[in-house]
């Protein structure tokens, strides 16, 4: 695979940039093809790093989810009258208090053992995404509304909770001090042992701030998912 | 990243002790280029090395493309006297 090929991968703000720098190192190995090959297993490892690194940093759902509160808003105010989608707000808060009601039973909801942490930032970041993730599902509801006669409330609320859910998972798999998405699951222990030790997949944050351990399935030794800092 | 992995720590070293682009950091050190670029993206965003692009004409003397080189920053050579009472085997590398 050839280094321009690869750029594909690097994001784009960045892609000219790596793509030059590849060059230069690559460019005085032309009679080392040896050389140049093991180079060129960095420039992909590279690139994969560069790419994940901007997935997994916290701007990236954000980003995300504001162009697709954007789009629904967009839509909505194309398919229905602008000054009409205010109106929508209270049966909307509506559907969120059932949805509400609702979450508790398909997912388990303890916030988690944050102790060794600072979480002022989490819960602003956690605040902010689920703003984004109802005004969207709102602005969807809204642009549906005017084409669809029946079955909207339920799929709303069915989207709701979808989206809600995520917006919880995808929280509790983020270090609560940098942000970054948590990476190498590890599953740990056997669920039959529970008595004898816990089971449960541990994250790691790939920056070193610490270990995220999550059961299985709660007992009353392990309820809740627990952050450790990581202590060099 | 004011704890550095002995990975990061010896790249630093030798970007200190003067090989300054990627593949000369590669050279001197031993360690693969999938190692050794993204621990350089790492330092760079934590602040501990700082990149500049060579000058075009003295890239153009020697024919070839400007290259991007490394220099640590005070902040990385504060680190790299942590690194080094935390690695004591780094002074041999």
């Known amino acids: 695979m050839n280094i321009e090929t690869l750029a594909y991968i690097v994001p784009r703000a960045r892609r000219e940039e790596w793509l030059a720098e590849w060059r230069a190192e690559l460019a005085f190995l032309a009679d080392r093809p040896e050389a140049r090959r093991a180079l060129a297993k960095g420039a992909l490892r590279d690139a994969v790093h560069l790419r994940v690194e901007q997935d997994f940093a916290p701007g990236a759902p954000m980003r995300q989810l504001a162009t697709l509160a954007a789009i629904a808003g967009l839509c909505a105010v194309a398919a229905a009258n602008a000054q009409h989608i205010p109106g929508k707000a209270p049966a909307f808060a509506f559907l969120i208090a059932v949805v509400l009601l609702i979450l508790p039973a398909t997912m388990p909801m303890s916030r988690g053992d944050y102790s060794a942490v600072d979480t002022r930032n989490r819960r602003a970041f956690f605040f902010a995404k689920l703003t984004l993730v109802l005004t969207a599902c709102y602005f969807t509801w809204c642009a549906a509304l005017p084409h669809v006669k029946h079955g909207t409330a339920h799929a709303t609320m069915i989207a709701c909770v979808a989206a809600l859910r995520w917006a919880i998972i995808e929280q509790r798999h983020r270090c609560p001090v940098c942000l970054h998405k948590l990476q190498q699951p590890v599953r740990v222990g056997q669920p039959s042992y529970t008595l004898l030790g816990w089971s449960g997949t541990e994250w790691i944050c790939a920056k070193g701030h610490g270990v995220l351990h999550e059961p299985i399935a709660p007992t009353t030794s392990f309820m809740r998912h627990t952050w450790s800092r990581l202590l060099y | ?93």
Request: cysteine-free; charged content about 25%; hydrophobic content about 45%.
């Open chain 2, 1 to 93: 990243m004011s704890k550095l992995s002995f990975a990061a720590a010896v790249i630093l070293k030798t970007i200190d002790s003067g090989a300054a682009y990627g593949f000369s950091i590669m050279e001197a050190t031993g360690l693969p280029s999938g190692t050794v670029y993204p621990a350089l993206r790492r330092l760079e965003a934590a602040a501990l090395i700082k990149a500049q692009w060579e000058k075009q004409s003295i890239a153009d003397k020697e024919q070839r493309p400007p290259r991007r080189y490394y220099t640590v920053t005070r902040a990385g050579r504060t680190a790299l006297d942590a690194a080094r009472e935390r690695y004591p085997l780094l002074v041999s590398v």
